[in-house]
């Protein structure tokens, strides 16, 4: 299940607002124009929040739900704010039999997020990836582009606390 | 038209150019299975239950989507076939909550009826993770319990391209994958119009309404209370289906006799008051003609009609009629006219309808539907539930005898159940406002032209020297194709009957379920909508007008349509509503 709550607030400006309508303006009448018109939308709010699809939806005449069932498809689109400092952690094999699972439960645990979402004063972000090509390091997780390695669940206050 | 000739288990079939291997193996007597097909409505090849072999081709093809070429040869039962039919049988099952002892669709579920067929042994096999789901009770006529969702999507199709509505789809994808709607907000949410197609369409019991049956039965059993019921027109059409008659069997009189042997205290008939319906919206239409009242005015029979107005169409719910729909005028005229009449306290009566739809059940708790200070309809039951009533309670439906209406409020015309099927209304409003505004006798009380279950019909009369042209769409995707052509100037019209279903009340979301293949091969709509036609011409009163318990009413009661105390009883308003 996605998740429900929507925990930063949404702050589109008139600016963006005008971006899409113009987006859409251009693509609405182009079969299959849905998928593009989603990736502007992103590129222009970095996310897709129920307001953002609701204008796409109300200017394209394309059901919400049809909207929504296309941006929890595929994993491209995100419904929720990344943070500023984005966690990932990876959940490929490797890291998992490492016990990169126990990670991702302390982050959820610490940060009061699930994987998607982001803290409501838009910090931090949780998302689990697949590989990160340093299997070697097992379990890994990323902020940003900063990688930490070889990690257990103690070390993760510390290493969120370099982020305060 | 083009032939082409293959073989299918080694025996030559010869199917129109275009046919699926489906089609063609149905001339040929063999019914290969289906579970997502719906055809014209869901052809999506997605469940794999109908593959069989082709020659040549690399693997098994899905029979419902694969059209037939010249020389092919084709397989149905080979051991890969009906392996792999159950593999993806045993591969559904998996993720199924198997409660079939506690499942309404038990008896007549699809799924069901495939592991039957294609032999099923053992049911812990399929044990093992599950897609979590919670069951959806947000909205007012129906759950949706996704644990026994099998992802058909025919739900889907039905509610996007029949209904043109679209507030369930598939979200997330693999394990994962629901149906729902969009940011998981529940269906009471979204602008579901409760038209119940949804429910009609599902193969297993995903999708069921509210039920109601045991409130009624504490009801009846109630000394202090006096419960009455009415029955829709459509009812009657496809109550017989339930237990064993063929689909367009007329089981009015066995259906009497049943509710009364279920203990209700008045069998009553939706008749009566769409009789009255005829009534105040005739004098409606030609009071809005004659003083430049806004035009086309449109039907508000249809709770799911009316609601999707509100959501997609709010600047025309001016174009409403301001009548309440049948099923409320009842329970009005039931609690005022009839309580007075009998001396009972409107507080000490139950009002239930059956309907052959789901819409009813909000309908009943929409506001302005209390003229008496109290609900005008207290429960709502669909077709389904009456059978599953009858049959809880051991009344043996086959044998009863045919047994007429209670009076007053049972006694109904020709023109009223025609109700039940699309342009039904349109024609039983012609009949009286004709006579009406002509003062003359009509020769022919039949208007064919809007008759049939085309999506959308039109016709022209000419009424008293003046040209009334009037227009039927039934089917929200229809009615929303004719509603743009008339906003957009591209047609005229004086008078439009709007039904929420496609075919109309027969065809409704409350109706019993018919299985996919049966669907796919049989005019359901048509042979139901017959035996309310077949009323029709038996019933020696066909005009609302000349309804005697009608007259009395407004001779002792109500005065004449469009009267005060009509108004305050029988009239309703509308709201506008957001699209989620």
């Known amino acids: 299940m996605a998740c429900k709550k929507q925990t930063v607030p949404f702050s589109g400006t008139k600016e963006q607002e005008e971006a899409l309508k113009k987006v859409i303006a251009e693509l609405k009448d182009t079969p299959g124009a849905l998928m593009p018109i989603m990736q502007k939308a992103q590129e222009i709010y970095g996310y897709l929040p129920i307001e953002v699809q609701t204008m796409i939806s109300d200017e394209t005449g394309t059901p919400l739900e049809k909207i929504y069932g296309v941006a929890t498809f595929y994993s491209q689109f995100a419904l929720q704010p990344k943070g500023k400092y984005k966690i990932s952690v990876c959940l490929g094999t490797a890291c998992y039999v490492k016990g990169s699972g126990n990670i991702f439960s302390k982050l959820e645990e610490i940060l009061g997020i699930t994987n998607g979402e982001c803290t409501p004063d838009g910090k931090f972000s949780l998302d689990s990836c697949r590989c990160v090509g340093a299997c070697g390091l097992a379990p890994v997780m990323m902020i940003n582009d900063e990688v930490y390695g070889r990690l257990v669940p103690d070390d993760i206050p510390g290493i969120l606390a370099k982020y305060k | ?580």
Request: a negative charge; glycine letters at 8%; proline letters at 4%.
């Open chain 2, 1 to 580: 038209m083009e032939n082409v000739t293959i073989k299918i288990n080694g025996m030559e079939v010869t199917a129109p150019k275009g046919s699926t291997i489906l089609e063609a193996a149905r001339l040929a007597h063999i019914e290969i299975p289906t579970l997502c097909f719906l055809k014209e409505i869901n052809e999506i090849g997605a469940c794999r239950i109908c593959v069989v072999e082709v020659k040549g081709a690399r693997s098994l093809v899905a029979s419902c989507v694969y059209p037939i070429n010249e020389g092919m040869e084709v397989w149905t039962n080979t051991p890969r076939v009906l392996e792999s039919r159950k593999k993806t049988l045993q591969l559904l099952l998996s993720n199924h909550d198997r409660k079939c002892l506690s499942c309404v669709r038990s008896g007549n579920c699809e799924l069901q009826q495939l592991a039957k067929e294609l032999g099923v042994e053992d049911e812990s096999y399929y044990d093992g993770e599950r897609t979590p789901s919670e069951i959806d009770d947000s909205a007012a006529h129906m759950f949706r319990d996704n644990s026994k969702c099998i992802l058909c999507r025919r739900c889907v199709a039905v509610c996007e391209q029949v209904q043109g509505i679209g507030v369930i789809g598939a979200n997330q994808r693999g394990f994962a994958t629901n149906i729902g709607s969009a940011f998981e907000m529940g269906l009471g949410e979204t602008s579901c119009v409760s038209c119940g197609q949804c429910i009609a369409v599902c193969p297993t019991g995903a999708l069921y309404e509210k039920s109601c049956i045991d409130d009624v039965l504490a009801a009846i059993h109630d000394p202090k209370k006096h419960v009455i019921v009415q029955t829709a027109p459509a009812v009657r059409a496809g109550l017989g289906e339930e237990f064993g008659y063929p689909i367009g069997t007329d089981v009015q009189g066995k259906m009497a006799a049943a509710l009364r042997r279920i203990g209700f205290d008045k069998v009553f008939d939706t008749n009566f008051s769409a009789d009255l319906t005829i009534m105040e919206e005739a004098h409606e239409f030609i009071e809005r003609v004659q003083n430049g009242g806004v035009l086309p005015m449109i039907t508000s029979c249809s709770p799911g009609w009316v609601k999707y107005c509100e959501h997609y169409f709010p600047e025309m719910t001016r174009n409403l009629s301001s009548c309440k729909s049948p099923q409320q005028m009842f329970g009005a005229i039931a609690k005022s006219y009839y309580a007075e009449k009998m001396g009972i306290d409107p507080k000490d009566i139950v009002s239930v309808s059956v309907m052959p739809c789901t819409a009813k059940k909000f309908e009943i708790g929409r506001p302005d539907e209390d003229a008496s200070g109290y609900p005008d309809v207290d429960y709502s039951m669909t077709t389904r539930e009456l059978a599953r009533m009858i049959k809880k309670l051991g009344i043996r439906f086959c044998d009863l005898p045919d047994e007429e209406f209670d009076a007053p409020l049972g006694i109904g015309t020709g023109a009223a159940v025609i109700f039940g099927a699309t342009g039904g209304v349109m024609e039983a409003a012609l009949r009286t406002a004709v006579e009406t505004l002509t003062g003359e006798e009509l020769p022919s009380v039949d208007f064919t032209q809007v008759r049939g279950t085309e999506g959308i019909k039109e016709a022209t009369y000419e009424v008293a020297g003046m040209e009334v042209k009037v227009a039927v769409a039934s089917g929200l995707a229809n009615a929303r194709k004719l509603l743009n052509m008339v906003k957009n100037g591209e047609a005229q019209y004086h008078f439009i009957e709007i039904m929420g279903c496609p075919g109309g009340c027969v065809n409704g979301g409350g109706q019993p379920q018919q299985p996919g293949f049966v669907r796919n091969t049989t005019d359901i709509r048509a042979l139901r909508a017959s035996v309310l036609y077949q009323l029709d011409e038996n019933n020696p009163i066909r005009k609302s007008h000349e309804n005697p318990a009608i007259k009395e009413l407004y001779a002792t009661y109500l005065g004449k349509p469009g009267s005060e105390k009509a108004h305050h009883l029988l009239h309703t308003t509308y709201v506008k509503r957001s699209i989620n």
